[in-house]
């Protein structure tokens, strides 16, 4: 195999869609796989719509992503520039030649005009393309219109009668030439054409492999039309399949959540989709692995175990893995992604010191198996964080409990005892626990199910053995939101009660 270079080439248009961080994370597999370099082309030809914002945005979803790469627009290398806006030259340069060559030609056709042309054809029933009428025109004539400032588009002469391409994905792959007109290469304005720049890059960018995703197949034969006309290799061709919303139409915003800016606001851990978006057309020659690190990934990624059907996009297995990769986030590490979605809240606020950012290292391990996804982390730590006795009092479950005389005499006997104690420690909580089963015969469930309920307001929950200590330190810190300590809770709770 030749040196493996492949690029990922965006178009700073709009923010990074799951299909395309895709694109991206499989040409960097691709490339870290094989040692290869990795390019990043910003594709921002389309004036109107692109934006510097874009691609700032970009940039840092991608880096975000976990995705880096060897030569780009910020960073440079040698073969740059590395935003087509800046390569305009070199794609007048090309055209020129195709023209001197006869290889392309002027058209000097209005759009209204082609857009009747293309209007009649529908009408007919057949595929609309370019009727070629200014392929017609005497050369020299045409340069002179040209050069008297009428305004002309630089179309390619397609000369074959079909295209062939072995792609890396759907095989080998037959395209007839007759539903491909001409095509532009520049705009009358001056814009290069979308296929015509990616060819002029991707050569002198000595790509070896495209990758990208399979909206694109329609489009490469005239790519391929212009490698011939330029007498140039074309790369490797691999197109990714289409991803698809769990009711089968094309993933979009409908769905829901489509940017990496959505999932990473969603509490996602970069990890997660990492390895999620591997799995999305792509599994390891197992087959069934499911759970690839950061460099499983690289080490197993080939192109080979690549699916040709579209991908369905799974946001539950997406949250399984989250999961997964958030038990497996080192403590320190989730404590820094969490303080923001406590911050939201109210929770925390300012610069927490050392020893709030301990505790809620604890209250993350207390929660962490109910969550998946840090987005429903401010709920999961209501049970820390909050005391409504009000709200309590309103549930069926507190109504149950004081309807209950066993739960009552647990709880005469068990408050008492425990507002006594100063410090509390968990210790402490158990054995006045214990010694409130022999002063009452009530064990189990009912023992603790009426302590929990009066301590926590929650008939489930964390296991007491975490919270309890955490109400304690917690109702010591200097938090946004005070959290109060289990006397605290328990007074609220007796008078309440009125027990
Ligand atoms: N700018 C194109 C896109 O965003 C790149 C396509 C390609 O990789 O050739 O879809």
Redesign the pocket.
């Given at each position: 195999m030749p040196k493996v270079r492949v690029?990922?080439?965006?178009?700073p248009t709009g923010y990074v869609h799951v299909g395309?961080a895709r694109?991206a994370l499989f040409n960097w597999l691709f490339a870290r796989h094989h040692g290869g370099v990795f390019a990043l082309r910003i594709?921002d030809t389309d004036v109107e719509r692109s934006k510097e914002e874009y691609e700032k945005q970009l940039l840092e979803d991608l880096l975000w992503f976990g995705l880096d790469w060897d030569e780009g627009p910020d960073k440079g290398g040698p073969y740059g520039p590395y935003r087509q806006s800046e390569r305009r030259a070199l794609y007048s340069e090309y055209a020129a030649k195709l023209i001197a060559q006869g290889d392309a030609y002027y058209c000097f056709c209005s759009a209204e005009q082609l857009e009747a042309e293309r209007q009649e054809e529908l009408k007919a029933g057949r595929q609309p393309r370019y009727s070629g009428r200014c392929r017609k025109l005497n050369a020299e004539e045409a340069a002179r219109r040209k050069t008297a400032g009428e305004p002309a588009a630089v179309r390619l002469k397609i000369l074959e009668s079909s295209f062939f391409w072995n792609d890396l994905v759907h095989g080998p792959t037959v395209f007839s030439s007759e539903v491909i007109g001409d095509p532009i290469l520049v705009r009358s304005e001056g814009n290069p054409a979308?296929s015509y720049a990616?060819v002029i890059d991707?050569h002198l960018m000595e790509i070896s492999h495209?990758i990208?995703?399979d909206?694109?197949i329609s489009?490469t034969p005239r790519q391929l039309a212009l490698y011939r006309a330029l007498g140039w290799e074309p790369p490797a061709f691999a197109h990714l399949s289409t991803i698809l919303g769990s009711d089968r139409a094309r993933l979009s915003k409908r769905h829901g959540a489509t940017s990496l800016q959505s999932f990473r606001e969603m509490g996602i851990l970069p990890e997660a989709l990492r390895n999620y978006l591997a799995l999305l057309g792509w599994s390891p020659a197992d087959g069934k692995t499911e759970i690839l690190s950061p460099s499983e990934l690289v080490a197993q990624f080939s192109l080979d175990h690549i699916t040709k059907s579209p991908a369905v996009f799974d946001n539950d297995k997406l949250h399984w893995l989250n999961r997964h990769y958030m038990k497996e986030c080192p403590p320190g590490r989730l404590v820094e992604l969490a303080v923001p979605y406590l911050e939201k809240v109210g929770y925390l606020a300012g610069h927490p010191g050392a020893d709030v950012l301990a505790w809620v290292e604890r209250v993350l391990a207390a929660v962490l198996k109910n969550i998946s996804s840090l987005t429903q982390l401010p709920e999961a730590v209501q049970v820390i964080f909050e005391f409504d006795v009000e709200r309590a009092r309103a549930t069926p479950e507190f109504q149950e409990l004081l309807a209950d005389s066993g739960a009552r005499k647990v709880l005469k006997a068990f408050i008492p005892k425990i507002l006594m104690e100063n410090p509390l420690t968990y210790e402490r909580f158990r054995e006045i626990a214990k010694a409130v089963q022999k002063e009452t015969g009530k064990k189990g469930k009912d023992l603790f199910h009426p302590i929990r309920v009066a301590v926590t307001g929650a008939a489930s929950g964390p296991e007491l053995e975490k919270l309890v200590p955490l109400y304690e330190a917690g109702s010591k810190l200097p938090l946004a939101h005070h959290v109060k300590s289990v006397a605290e809770r328990l007074r609220e709770f007796a008078e309440a009660a009125g027990l």
């Amino acid at each position: 195999m030749p040196k493996v270079r492949v690029r990922f080439a965006p178009s700073p248009t709009g923010y990074v869609h799951v299909g395309n961080a895709r694109t991206a994370l499989f040409n960097w597999l691709f490339a870290r796989h094989h040692g290869g370099v990795f390019a990043l082309r910003i594709e921002d030809t389309d004036v109107e719509r692109s934006k510097e914002e874009y691609e700032k945005q970009l940039l840092e979803d991608l880096l975000w992503f976990g995705l880096d790469w060897d030569e780009g627009p910020d960073k440079g290398g040698p073969y740059g520039p590395y935003r087509q806006s800046e390569r305009r030259a070199l794609y007048s340069e090309y055209a020129a030649k195709l023209i001197a060559q006869g290889d392309a030609y002027y058209c000097f056709c209005s759009a209204e005009q082609l857009e009747a042309e293309r209007q009649e054809e529908l009408k007919a029933g057949r595929q609309p393309r370019y009727s070629g009428r200014c392929r017609k025109l005497n050369a020299e004539e045409a340069a002179r219109r040209k050069t008297a400032g009428e305004p002309a588009a630089v179309r390619l002469k397609i000369l074959e009668s079909s295209f062939f391409w072995n792609d890396l994905v759907h095989g080998p792959t037959v395209f007839s030439s007759e539903v491909i007109g001409d095509p532009i290469l520049v705009r009358s304005e001056g814009n290069p054409a979308y296929s015509y720049a990616v060819v002029i890059d991707d050569h002198l960018m000595e790509i070896s492999h495209v990758i990208r995703g399979d909206d694109h197949i329609s489009n490469t034969p005239r790519q391929l039309a212009l490698y011939r006309a330029l007498g140039w290799e074309p790369p490797a061709f691999a197109h990714l399949s289409t991803i698809l919303g769990s009711d089968r139409a094309r993933l979009s915003k409908r769905h829901g959540a489509t940017s990496l800016q959505s999932f990473r606001e969603m509490g996602i851990l970069p990890e997660a989709l990492r390895n999620y978006l591997a799995l999305l057309g792509w599994s390891p020659a197992d087959g069934k692995t499911e759970i690839l690190s950061p460099s499983e990934l690289v080490a197993q990624f080939s192109l080979d175990h690549i699916t040709k059907s579209p991908a369905v996009f799974d946001n539950d297995k997406l949250h399984w893995l989250n999961r997964h990769y958030m038990k497996e986030c080192p403590p320190g590490r989730l404590v820094e992604l969490a303080v923001p979605y406590l911050e939201k809240v109210g929770y925390l606020a300012g610069h927490p010191g050392a020893d709030v950012l301990a505790w809620v290292e604890r209250v993350l391990a207390a929660v962490l198996k109910n969550i998946s996804s840090l987005t429903q982390l401010p709920e999961a730590v209501q049970v820390i964080f909050e005391f409504d006795v009000e709200r309590a009092r309103a549930t069926p479950e507190f109504q149950e409990l004081l309807a209950d005389s066993g739960a009552r005499k647990v709880l005469k006997a068990f408050i008492p005892k425990i507002l006594m104690e100063n410090p509390l420690t968990y210790e402490r909580f158990r054995e006045i626990a214990k010694a409130v089963q022999k002063e009452t015969g009530k064990k189990g469930k009912d023992l603790f199910h009426p302590i929990r309920v009066a301590v926590t307001g929650a008939a489930s929950g964390p296991e007491l053995e975490k919270l309890v200590p955490l109400y304690e330190a917690g109702s010591k810190l200097p938090l946004a939101h005070h959290v109060k300590s289990v006397a605290e809770r328990l007074r609220e709770f007796a008078e309440a009660a009125g027990l």
